[in-house]
Nanobody, 125 residues
């Protein structure tokens, strides 16, 4: 059974950078579409970025375009989210999730079956 563990969350100043990692166990991520989602206090969970199997297609939320990049590791058991020029409104718990292919590459959290427990990102001076 696929299990996901996020890491890399931290307290960072506005304008700073972080790289989040999503490590898989129980299976590789080869046949899974993987997404990063976030949830801020009092807000709904929203899609941040998603990557297709093979890494050839990505989608990002408008709010993070040009700042966040999602990528797959070479061994296909890790997915990364490189975050740059962080803003206070990026503060949230960040989750990674996986959906078995073939599934549409989507920022909608509904199709994703496996979820990690999240990592906290706080952007504050």
């Amino acid at each position: 059974q696929l299990q996901l563990v996020e890491s890399g969350g931290d307290l960072v100043q506005p304008g700073g950078s972080l790289r989040l990692s999503c490590a898989a166990s129980g299976s590789t991520l080869t046949n899974y579409i993987v997404g990063w989602f976030r949830q801020a206090p009092g807000k709904e969970r929203e899609g941040v970025a998603v990557v297709s199997t093979g890494g050839t297609l990505t989608k990002s939320a408008n709010s993070v375009k040009g700042r966040f990049v999602i990528s797959r590791g070479n061994a296909d058991d890790t997915v990364y989210l490189q975050m740059s020029n962080l803003k206070p409104e990026d503060t949230a718990i960040y989750y990674c999730a996986a959906a078995r292919a073939p599934t549409q590459v989507t920022l909608n959290p509904s199709p994703y079956e496996s979820w990690g427990r999240g990592t906290q990102v706080t952007v504050s001076s």
